[in-house]
């Protein structure tokens, strides 16, 4: 798939009616609240009202790392996009977990609360 198709995808099934986005422990999703093709705002478990934004650009950004064969985790993530990671370090796995959502990604769990991103093998 190329991004513009995964684009396209995106913006359609990752909307507000959707079951939310899975983090890295794969117990808990993240509500959206929007999706307006270059940002998606969904919810943190922090404060009640909360939304972080999730940008599309982040989203390519992983995109591109595992479709060149590499692992996507969140030291990679913090390089690129420290202070979202600071304000936020749950948009790492949400952006993740949106790829896995659109099955270009599979979530692989290590440790207590990590994870890393790897891209889906076609069965």
């Not at 064969?69 to 370090?89: I, K, L, T, V």
Request: charged share 25%; with cysteine; net charge positive.
């Amino acid at each position: 798939m190329t991004w513009q198709q995964l684009k396209e995808r995106i913006l359609t099934e990752i909307q507000p009616s959707h079951q939310g986005i899975l983090k890295c422990r794969g117990d808990k999703r993240r509500s959206i609240v929007s999706n307006d093709g270059n940002k998606i705002l969904i919810k943190t478990g922090v404060k009640p009202n909360t939304a972080k934004p999730i940008t599309y650009e982040m989203i390519k950004f992983a995109y591109d790392k595992i479709s060149s064969g590499e692992d996507f985790d969140s030291a990679y993530y913090q390089n690129r996009y420290a202070n979202e990671y600071h304000n936020g370090p749950c948009r790492y796995s949400i952006v993740g977990g949106i790829l896995v959502e659109m099955a270009e990604a599979e979530r692989i769990p290590f440790g207590g609360n990590s994870c890393i991103y790897r891209k889906k093998v076609s069965a």
